[in-house]
């Protein structure tokens, strides 16, 4: 933005902030106009900050994605933030890396780390501070049929998320790719919302049967429900059309994500 031009009286006492995260997807085309399903998978396999998009062959984007998994996730939360436990903070990450896409229990991480829930929230809180995961809560309009505290843990960059957990196995193959898959929607999501003035809450659907929408945005009295699967179409539960009958839903799929985001 040309501010200097814009702006015609003295700005003393204010400030603007710019937050950037990892590669959007209509970044990426600028650079890569065809991006074919290779290109893709590539993505959502190593990630999308500039230096790894930027990498030419795969060694280059394994170091430069490890290289930013070590010293950013590690080095410099521990730094700046008084990490007193190293090992526990890791071993968060990596128990939170081989939850995306589930819904996540506090006493359950503070149990198997073997830490009070104070200690799990605050490096929780510390993780969405620094922009390396964001938290995402459900959605309810009836708390009797539909969960309302449970949350999900996703990272804003599936990279780096990989890194923690298997940065090696081809997309194709691999077990936890739906969850990738998701977890790389709901960060684009993310990046289209940060451009708005007023971006939109996401959130996750659920109801106590286990019926569920993996994302939905509420905006105004709108709202967009997305259920993310690696291949074929899904239709919308039949719960949730009658819960939300004026609800928007789609469907996003490998096929189709590029599309969604980036209009040709």
């Not at 939905?216 to 009295?221: L, Q, R, V």
Request: aromatic content about 12%; some cysteine; glycine content about 4%.
């Amino acid at each position: 933005f040309d501010l200097a031009n814009k702006i015609k009286e003295p700005m003393t006492g204010r400030a603007f902030e710019f937050l950037l995260l990892p590669l959007s997807l209509p970044e990426v085309n600028l650079v890569f106009p065809d991006l074919d399903e290779p290109g893709l998978l590539s993505l959502m396999k190593f990630g999308s900050y500039p230096a790894v998009v930027a990498a030419e062959t795969m060694d280059e984007k394994l170091f430069a994605i490890r290289n930013i998994a070590t010293n950013y996730l590690y080095k410099d939360v521990f730094v700046f933030e008084d990490i007193r436990n190293p090992k526990v903070f890791e071993d968060l990450l990596k128990m939170l890396a081989l939850q995306v896409g589930a819904m996540v229990s506090v006493n359950e991480l503070a149990q198997g780390l073997s830490v009070t829930r104070t200690t799990v929230n605050r490096y929780l809180r510390l993780l969405e501070q620094a922009f390396i995961i964001k938290r995402v809560y459900s959605f309810s309009n009836n708390p009797r049929t539909e969960l309302k505290k449970a949350f999900k843990v996703f990272f804003l960059d599936v990279g780096v998320r990989n890194a923690l957990v298997d940065i090696v196995s081809p997309m194709a193959t691999r077990g936890d790719r739906g969850a990738i898959l998701e977890n790389f929607f709901v960060a684009e999501r993310i990046k289209k919302g940060v451009l708005e003035i007023f971006p939109p809450e996401i959130m996750f659907w659920r109801t106590r049967t286990g019926v569920e929408i993996d994302v939905i945005e509420k905006n105004g009295h709108e709202i967009f429900a997305y259920e993310c699967k690696w291949k074929g179409e899904i239709t919308v539960p039949p719960a949730f059309k009658t819960a939300y009958p004026k609800a928007h839903f789609e469907s996003i799929t490998t096929e189709n994500i590029v599309s969604h985001f980036v209009k040709k």
